[in-house]
């Protein structure tokens, strides 16, 4: 299991128009055992949660930037830009309307994806992360575009976390599927408690 000994953390990022930092306050003293390189800890408004880099796969913490995602992930030798398969995270808050349950986010995705593209939407295998929490999973094929999606939803306090495997073909789309669900149970959720500083 994952990051099982994140107890009582509080989260403060202070930001500057130069660098980022985070202060982890955490009750005990495993730190050391977190593998930095493969772990990316994702925090915004009321969240912050870590995911870990599957077998194989790189983390990218600066190519998805320019779209809103803190990390990205894609097979170790290829690029966020040329990859075939890639994963990201996303988050809807709950107190926007529409965002305010699992259901509604899951909802809109579904019928927002039928009404744009010449779409099927499948269940997938519930998976389970780490922090033992129930992610649902919806397997969305683009049949116009020939892109394959796997988004697994997971319902905390203040958002729905989206953790999302897309493909542009079948073929890797499968053969990725493994590392997605590695990259699903490694979630461990950190704390609603997080408060942004900008100086």
Known sequence: MILNFFINV??????????????????CTSFAQIDSAHTGLIYGEDHAFAVKAPSGW???????????????FYPLGSSWQKAISVMYTNTALKKIKGNETIQKVIDY??????????????????????DNKTAIVKIFYDKKNKNYEAVAYIDEKYVVVMLVLSSRNKEDFENCYEAFEQFVKSYFYLTDNVKIHDK
Do not use: R
Not at 58 to 72: F, H, I, T
């Open 58 to 72: 790189v983390l990218d913490n600066e190519s998805g930037v320019s779209l809103g995602l803190m990390a990205v």
């Open 109 to 130: 995705d579904v019928n927002t994806f039928k009404n744009e593209q010449d779409a099927e939407v499948k269940n997938g295998s519930d998976l389970i992360t780490s």
């Open 10 to 27: 509080n989260l403060i990022i202070d930001i500057n128009m130069k660098y980022t930092f985070v202060i982890l306050f955490i009750s």
